[in-house]
């Protein structure tokens, strides 16, 4: 992370370092033409008053005394500037460039030319150094005529050397200097200020690191402080909101994985019974063949039979379960008339009921919609509900299922009035395998799945089951389902 922060930086000084040099050059650059149009526009007749002032070229020859002593006269004025005499092809006939060597024979006569066309200068023009091949100085021009014949031209240079180099130019000029300076402050600060800003910025980010580190290395209670710096901030919260959820996530999880770990032990543990029956009635059948009567043998049978129809209902339960919880289970929902699904199931127990000496009856309401819910799995919620009604209910006892229309639909509700279930065990009936070893009891009578695949199945259909039981007075059991609006 240290090196994010020279990274960071170091890009942040090479910018600050290419802003101020552009600043410099383009400074520098508009400075020097500046300079040179001011130059030129205010010496642009120069070389015509020359002209004007002394014939340069008399008869065809060049008048150098007077050329040289009106040189001197301008030289004391303007010591940079530097006189030639060309001849019309651009030849340089003279020159008067004091202590100056003079490298080119001759110039161009183009930018000649176009500064004599040239009413009013705009920009300015360049023209070659006759001091220095290849390189462009502004400059005045005039024509030079005899008898109104072109003999020649007067070219002068304006600005010497001294002035070639901007730099020294801009250094020479007061203001230009103070607005560098001021420039280079402004980027120096720019520069502490920026270094500061990414200094907290990456330490911060070197903290929420740190964080994200130390989470991965599975510490679960690392958490991003909380004032990680306003830009970070979101990050840092966002981290935290992540990591609670993740952290819940796994909690639930964990919780499920030790669900079904109790779930599977305790199964196991009750499918062991009726097995352990069944092998030892099946052994004592086989070792004593001979012995026994027909009658026993019939007894030992049906035992053996009675044993086998409850294992297998418990692995039916338990695999029905199994496929409820995984949510493998996809209902089909349609509208269907609940009045009709009770009373065909009403029907199915009267036989059963009536052979423990109960009464099972049904009321409804006088008008009740049709319902939406998989009628397969609401048989099955009346099924186990109706089994453990008519099994926990004495002989002489009555259960009664009532229909009614409410607010969210058909009301459904089985009561009996059975053993009922005390207070402390209902909080459990509905996962008692899930719950049994967390309260610390045992599993009393049947395979205990019943009421866990009906909370699952009324999960399923958004609905929840409602229990109310009073020892030795009975149990009611209440759910709805939506009702159809065609
Ligand atoms: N109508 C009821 N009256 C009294 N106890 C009930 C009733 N329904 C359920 N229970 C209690 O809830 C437990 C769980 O029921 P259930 O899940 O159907 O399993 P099982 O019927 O196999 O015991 C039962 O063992 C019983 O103790
Ligand atoms: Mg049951």
Redesign the pocket.
Known sequence: MKSLFWRISATFMVLLLVLGVAYIWITKDSADRYFQEATQRLNSSIAQHMVDHIQPIRNGEVDTTGLSDLMHSMMIINPDVEVYLLDTEGKILSHVAPYKKVKLTEVRLGPINQFLETKELKACILGDDPRKPGRTKVFSAAEIRENNQLVGYAYVILVSEDYDSAMSFVWGNYILRVGIISFLVTLLAALVIGLALIYFITKNLNRIVATVKRFKEGDMHARMPADSGAELQELATTFNEMADTLVKNIDELKAVENLRRELIANVSHDLRTPLAIMRGYVETLIMKDDSLGSEERQRYLNTVMASNHKLEKMVGDLFELSKLEAKQVTPVIEPFFIVELVQDITQKYKMLAGEKGIEISLSQSAELPMVLADIALVERVLQ?LL???I??TPSGGKVTISLAAGERGVEIKVS?T????AAEDLPY?FD?YHQANKAGREA?????????IVKKILEIHNSTIEIS?KLQQG?SFRFHLPAYEA
């Open positions: 186990n089994d453990n009604a099994k926990f009996d059975g053993k009922g279930i009936v008692r009393k009578v049947g395979a205990g799945l019943g009421l866990a039981s149990t």
